[in-house]
């Protein structure tokens, strides 16, 4: 997402951003009245029915985190067994009484309790210390929650694992670890980094995301969806740090057009429509090829490069191409990436005027073309620019203008009219 896109989902979300100042400030207090209700000394200090959810009093420290801040971010699209003991059923097994939901904490309902309890306290003793926090048992949703409540301004309150993989992806953000509290990190240093967000609270900025993007698409069930909005539903794209892609080199072919393909120009396009598909589609591409040239010139022993591969298409459009990297002897190298949804085949490729004066211009430009981005082992096929645009078997047609014209109403001459 480029910094333009950004500004406009910004200035939409401004609208409401006014009306959040009454929950939020209801909420923080919620939230502060809890971190005093238990404090350190006081986490530790717990008895088994003062911890636990599934009894009937609402107010044990799992109950108060889970339900009473809710609106703080929500964990309950995981069972139980997240607290690590709780009490209830199981399975088939219809019996209300303690269990543990996790063995590392032990078998036993005290034992599992104080290495519990003990456990929590290193999280908040450790906030600083990123290595603690990731080696701490708690579970991560459970983990994400309680560092957030404690720490507003440091730990984002999106917890879902889905989620966050969501937002990293229609951000176009660059990410390689697994770790949710790695992505709620990227998520909050790409908010601080902003001009427009860095001074925001973090549940303005979640609900920022959820206001501009909405939920993952993947949660949106299929067969409930109107007819009218299948097409509409695009499949969300696997977590960034999951992709296995692979370069691939290929041979050009003439291209013949079938009388379908022919027939298919002529049906009218919905632009509007299309316009956000292709967008989706060549961000993915591009965070692919970064993380492709990055990982090229980190296993090749030339980190400083790698730290200094730049996507430029984020803050400036008007470059000719959408990455720059590096040949591993430290020449620059510029990449244009065109992504399809398509296996290796035939294809539709967009070129603007500016990037075809670029590539004609520099002399280590690159195409590269990514195949079926939208799969987790995706195809990437890199060819120099010149080489690529002089194939006489790539096939150029124009199919945007650029008009000029200047207007006036009729009746009316040029010069502006006397006062009578």
């Avoid at 109950?63 to 964990?75: A, D, F, H, P, T």
């Avoid at 600083?128 to 926090?133: C, G, K």
């Avoid at 990190?185 to 001074?199: A, C, G, P, R, T």
Wanted: proline share 3%.
């Amino acid at each position: 997402m480029n910094l333009t896109e950004l500004r406009e989902y910004q200035l939409e979300f401004e609208k409401i951003r006014g009306g959040l100042i009454s929950e939020y400030k209801d909420i923080d207090g919620l939230r502060v009245k809890f971190v005093n209700d238990y404090p350190i000394e006081k986490i530790i200090s717990l008895d088994i029915d003062e911890y636990v959810t599934g009894k009937s009093d609402s107010t044990t420290f799992c109950n108060r985190i889970e339900n009473e801040l809710n609106k703080w971010g929500n964990i309950h699209g995981s069972t139980a067994n997240k607290f690590g003991l709780y009490f209830g059923k199981l399975g088939e097994d219809s019996e209300r009484k303690y269990r543990i939901g996790k063995r590392y904490f032990g078998t036993q309902n005290d034992e599992a309790l104080r290495n519990i309890l003990t456990s929590i306290a290193e999280l908040i003793k450790g906030k600083d210390d990123y290595s603690i926090l990731k080696r701490n048992p708690i579970s991560p949703m459970f983990k994400g929650k309680i560092l957030s409540v404690y720490f507003p301004h440091e730990f984002l309150n999106i917890f879902s694992a889905s989620n966050l993989d969501y937002f990293i992806n229609m951000l176009s953000l660059y990410n390689k670890s697994k770790s949710e509290l790695d992505k709620q990190k990227i998520l909050m240093d790409f908010k601080n980094v902003d001009l427009v967000m860095k001074d925001w609270s973090i549940f303005e900025f979640s609900k920022f995301l959820y206001y501009s993007f909405g939920s993952p698409n993947d949660e949106i069930k299929e067969k409930k969806l109107p007819p009218e909005l299948k097409d509409f539903k695009l499949k969300d794209f696997s977590p960034i740090e999951s992709v296995k892609y692979e370069f691939v080199n290929l041979d050009t072919e003439k291209v013949i057009l079938s009388n379908s393909t022919k027939e298919k120009r002529s049906r009218k396009i919905d632009y509007s429509k299309q316009s956000k598909k292709y967008k989706r589609i060549g961000d993915r591409g591009e965070q692919i090829v970064l993380k492709a040239e990055r990982n090229f010139l980190e296993k090749n022993g030339k980190p400083e490069l790698a730290d200094k591969v730049d996507r430029i298409s984020k803050c400036d459009d008007s470059f000719g191409c959408d990455i720059v990297s590096f040949d591993l002897d430290g020449k620059k190298k510029f990449i244009e990436v065109k992504s399809t949804l398509r296996p290796i085949g035939f294809s539709n490729i967009y070129i603007s005027s500016n990037e075809l004066e670029v590539a004609e211009l520099k002399e280590n430009y690159y195409f590269y073309i990514v195949y079926n981005v939208g799969d987790k082992k995706p195809k990437i096929w890199k060819i120099k620019g010149v080489d690529f645009l002089n194939d006489e078997n790539v096939e150029k047609e124009t199919v945007l203008y650029k008009i000029k014209l200047k207007t006036r109403e009729k009746g009316h001459n040029t010069q502006y009219s006397k006062k009578r």
